[in-house]
């Protein structure tokens, strides 16, 4: 477990690279040593968007890569914080992370089918790159058809990845729902044989629960402010028992048999 020193840690960074991907998603690199050697798949940085008291909440991203002293982001401009952010293109920036726990170890007796909504195909792209997968998927849903690089980026892990659109305009047309379970009818995927990793908007991982619970670990996306467990804003129900678990120390990835969602 992080100690409470690393916790609350701050490190300034500074932002090298902010680029445009479309469809409202960015690319953000920062240079932060510290950060970039320990930060492990699954892990998050909490981000000061501005150097002013507005917005007064840091803003949690999932790390995307992390490669010599420079990690890397996958941005959605949401609202006001990602909005600031998306606006900055240099400059120094104030951040705290790593934060959260890493994903789990890969088995070696199970196929690993990743799936990504949106943004959410961050960490799961650092998970297969950072433990060098071999026996994996990728499937990854959106709205419309990926942007370019975004899609050579994942190219670049594997060519075992299934893309699925809303709209049609790209791969498989409907939800991604919809698309895995129709890999596990034709037994692409055999369900007994595999470990899922979801990671994505909320109904989109409480659309998954038709998968076992003890092998498939979903990734929260819970509002955060503090990001190191005091002031539990975070909270997701245990199914074990009455108490709440909080998705910045405790999570972010959780198995569907530990909690409510």
Known sequence: MLSREIYLKKIEGEILNNIDLGDGMFQLLISAEEIAKRVKPGQFVNIKVQNSLHPFIRRPYSVWNAEDDVIEFLIKVLGSGSRLLYERKRGKIDLIGPLGKPFPDPPSDLEIILIGGGTG?????????????????????????????????????????????????????GLVTDFVKELIEDRYIILEKSMFIICGPLPMLRAFKFLPPERTYVSMEGTMACGFGICMGCAVKSKSSNNYLRTCTEGPLFKLSEIEI
């Not at 959106?142 to 899609?151: C, F, G, H, I, V």
């Open 121 to 173: 195909i961050a960490p799961l792209m650092f998970y297969a790159k950072y433990y060098s997968l071999s026996s994996f998927k990728i499937i990854y849903g959106l709205k419309t058809a990926p942007n370019e690089y975004l899609y050579s980026r994942i190219q670049e892990i594997t060519d075992n990845v299934f893309i699925c659109t809303e709209d049609g305009s790209f791969g498989f047309k």
